[in-house]
């Protein structure tokens, strides 16, 4: 860590624990439940004009109800694409082509199902929980490390430690509670 300061070490610490939750989310969002949402076709590339395409740069994306995802290309000609696009990124979801639109209807998880799928949110969150201690246990010992090298006093190192553990404590919470709110969305029928 580059930083000269125990401010600027924590508020390093700090970003990089932001963007470790913001990437915890974006995760959580591609996670399916028994509702539509378009985060579901973030990894879902098709061909288009010999290059691979997000399907939200060739196609409008609405969610008319809670349990259906419609796909109304811009260019009606690349609806057969998307639809193998679809079939071949293996979603669980069927793709309906009706010639202008593809609509993806979500059928209810089984409790089978939802299970599963709160194990995978408990272990991405698990996996989260142990980046975030990376990064404080690399601050605490860049804290450490200055202190050896006398350019940090004892009770600086004490006070940046004491910062640094407290905004950890704060991002597990985070993880927690976001991780709790995924489950209760799996959960709902």
């Known amino acids: 860590m580059q930083g000269n300061t125990p401010q600027t070490i924590h508020h390093e610490t700090q970003e990089r624990m932001n963007r470790a939750l913001e990437a915890l989310k974006r995760e959580y969002a591609t996670v399916r439940t028994g509702r539509a949402s378009a985060a579901i076709l973030d990894g879902v590339r098709v061909e288009y004009y010999n290059s691979p395409m997000p399907i939200n740069q060739i196609a409008s994306v609405g969610i008319p109800d ?27 979801i069927t793709p309906m082509n009706d010639g202008k639109i593809i609509r993806l209807s979500f059928p209810p998880l089984t409790e089978e199902r939802r299970k599963e799928m709160v194990k995978q949110v408990y272990k991405m969150a698990e996996d989260m929980r142990v980046e975030i201690r990376t990064h404080r246990r690399k601050a605490m010992e860049t804290l450490k490390g200055m202190k050896k090298d006398k350019s940090l006093s004892e009770d600086d190192e004490k006070t940046g430690e004491t910062k640094i553990q407290k905004t950890t404590d704060d991002f597990i919470k985070q993880v927690d509670q976001i991780t709790k709110n995924k489950e209760q969305e799996l959960m709902e029928v």
């Open 66 to 92: 809670a349990k259906t995802l419609e796909i109304k290309p811009w260019d009606p000609s690349i609806l057969q694409e998307i639809e193998r696009a679809l079939l071949k990124a293996n979603l669980g």
